[in-house]
T-cell receptor, first 109, second 116 residues
Framework: DAKTTQPNSMESNEEEPVHLPCNHS???????IHWYRQLPSQGPEYVIH???SNVNNRMASLAIAEDRKSSTLILHRATLRDAAVYYC??????????FGTGTSLTVIP | GAVVSQHPSWVICKSGTSVKIECRSL??????MFWYRQFPKQSLMLMAT?????????EQGVEKDKFLINHASLTLSTLTVTSAHPEDSSFYIC????????????FGSGTQLSVL
């Protein structure tokens, strides 16, 4: 199963875009790339997912490298409510979702 | 989006007692449900995978006799912590999905278990 690598923490100023990177160099051709985030004392919530093409939704955009060995979650205008731990996950062949350490995003007012 | 309801939100129990946590998918059929536990300042750890009508598959190191999982219907899964001890105190989170790898997970709000 492919593993992911993310920076432990990042900071962003409020109202500015945030680019959260994820490396997954051992990704296979059928691995989907999922992003979830977890606010303190809550269960995680779905952010976005994709396979090959870039994806956009109301929360964020997902930019997937052409070789698929990395991806970037883009929050177009960070707000204080976006402060959370962001997880990049590639579900296993058995469709299990294993969480890594994620990236803790701090949004500075 | 889809809703997963998890109850209770928090529970305090005495050592040696059993605690049941419920996880319901309110508006979709959850073919697969996952149970996680999370200690403070740590990431989520997958405990088991539960497919409707089948026995749960436990991750290595998770005691199946201690953490009983039942997934009898497409909308309900339960986790029972049997003979709970203080070291079982943790944040337990369920999640549900339609089952395919391209489908997203929906999470419950979590249950904080404190064993005295």
């Amino acid at each position: 199963d492919a593993k992911t690598t993310q920076p432990n923490s990042m900071e962003s100023n409020e109202e500015e875009p945030v680019h959260l990177p994820c490396n997954h160099s051992t990704i296979s051709g059928t691995d989907y790339i999922h992003w979830y985030r977890q606010l303190p004392s809550q269960g995680p919530e779905y952010v976005i997912h994709g396979l090959t093409s870039n994806v956009n939704n109301r929360m964020a955009s997902l930019a997937i490298a052409e070789d698929r060995k990395s991806s970037t979650l883009i929050l177009h205008r960070a707000t204080l409510r976006d402060a959370a731990v962001y997880y990049c996950i590639l579900p296993s062949k058995g469709n299990q979702f294993y969480f890594g350490t994620g990236t803790s995003l701090t949004v500075i007012p | 989006g889809a809703v997963v309801s998890q109850h209770p939100s928090w529970v305090i129990c005495k050592s040696g007692t059993s605690v049941k946590i419920e996880c319901r998918s309110l508006d979709f059929q959850a073919t697969t449900m996952f149970w996680y536990r999370q200690f403070p300042k740590q990431s989520l750890m997958l405990m088991a995978t539960s497919n409707e009508g089948s026995k749960a598959t436990y991750e290595q190191g998770v005691e199946k006799d201690k953490f009983l999982i039942n997934h009898a219907s497409l909308t309900l899964s339960t986790l029972t912590v049997t003979s709970a001890h203080p070291e079982d105190s943790s944040f337990y989170i369920c999640s549900a999905t339609g089952g395919a790898r391209y489908e997203k997970l929906f999470f419950g709000s979590g249950t904080q278990l404190s064993v005295l």
